[in-house]
T-cell receptor, first 113, second 116 residues
Framework: EAQVTQNPRYLITVTGKKLTVTCSQNMNHEYMSWYRQDPGLGLRQIYYSMNVEVTDKGDVPEGYKVSRKEKRNFPLILESPSPNQTSLYFC????????????FGPGTRLTVT | AQKVTQAQTEISVVEKEDVTLDCVYETRDTTYYLFWYKQPPSGELVFLIR??????QNEISGRYSWNFQKSTSSFNFTITASQVVDSAVYFC?????????????FGDGTTLTVKP
C-alpha cells in the first residue's frame, strides 16, 4: 500500500531532551516536507526537500533540523525541544515537486513539558 | 511572499444546504498551483483538487465544485447539498514554481460543521 508513515504517533517529552520523528514513504517520491499544525494557524512548513541531499527552510525552521540521505526517509530532529514546539506534526511527500498534490502521513502529536 | 487567506474560520450549516468556502491568495509568480485539502475529525489530510495558474476552468466533482478566478486571486470551493460527512477542516494551499519552488503555503483553514 502506497503510504507515508511517521513514528512515533504520540510523544511526550521534557524540555531539552533530543528527539527524532521519523518519516518514510514507499512511493519513490522526489519531494518531502514537514509541517506543524497549531490551532488557528493552519499548516506551517518547517523544512522541505526537493531531492536526496537537498533540503531547504520553510517558514518556521527555527529549532528543527532535517536530513535527506535516502529518497524514502526524511527525519525531523529536535535537538533541544522547548514547550513552544508542542504541536501536531505532519510529514508529506509528492512525486515531482509541488506541481502535484502532497500525500500526508498520519501525524505525530508531540508534547514538550 | 506567498500568502493564502481563508477568512471564514468556522461555518455551520444544516444538512442539504449549499456552502462556499472562500480562498484568496497572493503571489508574484505567474506559474503556481492551488490546492484544497480536507481534514476530517479523524485527523488525516486528504487531497481534493489541484489547479494550475493557467487553467481557469471551473471544475465539478459530484457535489463539489471549484471556482478559480485569477482576476480576484480567488479559488473558492462550494459543496452542494451538504452532508454530515462533509464536516471537516478544509485547507486551501498555494505552491509557487519560481524562486520559491518547493515552498508550500496553507491557509489557516475553515472548520465546516454540517448539522443533521
Amino acid at each position: 500500500e502506497a503510504q507515508v508513515t511517521q513514528n512515533p504517533r504520540y510523544l511526550i517529552t521534557v524540555t531539552g531532551k533530543k528527539l527524532t520523528v521519523t518519516c518514510s514513504q514507499n512511493m519513490n517520491h522526489e519531494y518531502m516536507s514537514w509541517y506543524r499544525q497549531d490551532p488557528g494557524l493552519g499548516l506551517r512548513q518547517i523544512y522541505y526537500s526537493m531531492n536526496v541531499e537537498v533540503t531547504d527552510k520553510g517558514d518556521v525552521p527555527e529549532g528543527y533540523k532535517v536530513s535527506r540521505k535516502e529518497k524514502r526517509n526524511f527525519p525531523l530532529i529536535l535537538e533541544s525541544p522547548s514547550p513552544n514546539q508542542t504541536s501536531l506534526y505532519f510529514c508529506a511527500s509528492s512525486p515531482t515537486g509541488l506541481s502535484a498534490e502532497q500525500y500526508f502521513g498520519p501525524g505525530t502529536r508531540l508534547t514538550v513539558t | 511572499a506567498q500568502k493564502v487567506t481563508q477568512a471564514q474560520t468556522e461555518i455551520s450549516v444544516v444538512e442539504k444546504e449549499d456552502v462556499t468556502l472562500d480562498c484568496v491568495y497572493e503571489t508574484r509568480d505567474t506559474t503556481y498551483y492551488l490546492f484544497w485539502y480536507k481534514q476530517p475529525p479523524s485527523g488525516e489530510l486528504v487531497f481534493l483538487i489541484r489547479r494550475n495558474s493557467f487553467d481557469e476552468q471551473n471544475e465539478i466533482s459530484g457535489r463539489y465544485s471549484w471556482n478559480f478566478q485569477k482576476s480576484t486571486s480567488s479559488f473558492n470551493f462550494t459543496i452542494t447539498a451538504s452532508q454530515v460527512v462533509d464536516s471537516a477542516v478544509y485547507f486551501c494551499a498555494l505552491s509557487e514554481m519560481g524562486t520559491n519552488a518547493g515552498k508550500s503555503t496553507f491557509g489557516d483553514g475553515t472548520t465546516l460543521t454540517v448539522k443533521p
